[in-house]
Each structure stands twice: as C-alpha cells, then as structure tokens.
Nanobody, 127 residues
Framework: VQLVESGGGSVQAGGSLKLSCAAS????????MGWYRQAPGKERELIAT??????????SYADSVKDRFTISRDTDKHTVYLQMDSLKTEDTGMYYC???????????????????WGQGTQVTVSS
C-alpha cells in the first residue's frame, strides 16, 4: 500500500495551498480516504474524509476547517486532494493522508483491515 503526499509548503495567513495524495489502487478502491494533521506538541487529528456511497462522493470535515478546506478525489488518478483556503497560523502542522477501514461513517474493514499512512507533508502558515 502506497500513499504519497505532496503540495505542502510555506504560505502567509489568508493564503491557499492544495495537497495531493497519490494512492495505490488497492488503497484508493478498498479503503476510506482522509486527511489528518499534527501540530507541534499536539496529537494527530482528523480533518477531512471522502467516501463514496456508490452514487456520489460524501465529504466530512472537522469544525476547525469547515468552509475553508475542500477534500476531493480523482478516481482515474487514484488521488485525493485537499484544497486549503483562508489559511490560518493554527493550520500549521504535518499533514498526513490515510487509508482507513472506518471513515466518515463508512466501514471497509473486510477489504481494508488496517490503517495506512503516508509520510506526511509540512504546511507552515505565517502571520
């Protein structure tokens, strides 16, 4: 299973960044996909998930990023994106892509028994 994040960097508050997570086909099709972040000295937190109910993609967001971040995916490229707008200094942290057996209320444990992580990409927002 391979998850490779990219797109992190340094930006001023109010700016935007778009993260990408290139996943292996197995992870993309068998697991729920999401983004986590870990700020310095804090625990890793879930910020967004994206799943399909067969008819459409269903996204969920943590309150801290709702209305500023948008998660999406490209099924042909097996890639999940996180568009981050109106960035704040408190958005600073390491951002991780995850493929999980339980995601956004959807259960994939039969096909996806473990949680898989990417290596992370750093996002730094300065004031």
């Amino acid at each position: 299973v391979q998850l490779v994040e990219s797109g992190g960097g340094s930006v001023q508050a109010g700016g935007s960044l778009k993260l990408s997570c290139a996943a292996s086909e197995y992870a993309f099709r068998s697991c729920g996909m999401g983004w986590y972040r870990q700020a310095p000295g804090k625990e890793r937190e879930l910020i967004a998930t994206i799943n399909s109910n067969g008819a459409r993609d269903i996204a969920s967001y943590a309150d801290s990023v709702k209305d500023r971040f948008t998660i999406s995916r490209d099924t042909d490229k097996h890639t999940v994106y996180l568009q981050m707008d109106s960035l704040k200094t408190e958005d600073t942290g390491m951002y991780y892509c995850a493929a999980e057996p339980i995601s956004g209320g959807f259960i994939y444990s039969a096909a996806c028994p473990n949680t898989y992580w990417g290596q992370g990409t750093q996002v730094t927002v300065s004031s």
